[in-house]
């Protein structure tokens, strides 16, 4: 591989890692992140039918968005792998549910996450986003050591 081959593979992957982080930010702040996405993406979300195309994004993050008053991304702390067109980032967030639950990843079950991103042409052709969307712990009927862990 040639130095400007290496440079160029590189900067594909600062770029791709930035549309990422991007998508963290903007979505902390309350700011429009959409335009991050191609037309015709793909998002999966547990517990929520994939979105196929830029709608049915815009609604699949409108629907798990009334779950939060709040929602901070510890992007300083993220692990990035970078291949190809994936960018998979394993991270942890804080913040609190619409019912006034707070929930910190360090300091309970909830809030860790791990997304898979395809990024080609600077947009997001797939997102698998893998959490466990019970970040109050109150999912103890199907989980009894939930219970007995407060």
Known sequence: MTDTTAR???????DRKA??????????AGRDFTDLFADDAYVY??????????????????DVFVLFRSVVHEVAYFNYVVQGDHVVVEGTTHGVLADGTPWRATEGLGGRFCNVFE????RIQRLHIHLDPDYGDADTAR????DAAS
């Open 19 to 28: 549309v990422a982080v991007a998508y963290f930010k903007r979505m902390d």
């Open 143 to 146: 989980y009894p050591w939930l």
């Open 8 to 14: 160029e593979a590189r900067e594909a992957r600062e």
């Open 45 to 62: 979300f547990p517990k929520h039918a994939p979105a196929r195309g830029i709608d049915e994004v815009r609604r699949l993050f409108a």
């Open 119 to 122: 990024i080609r042409d600077g």
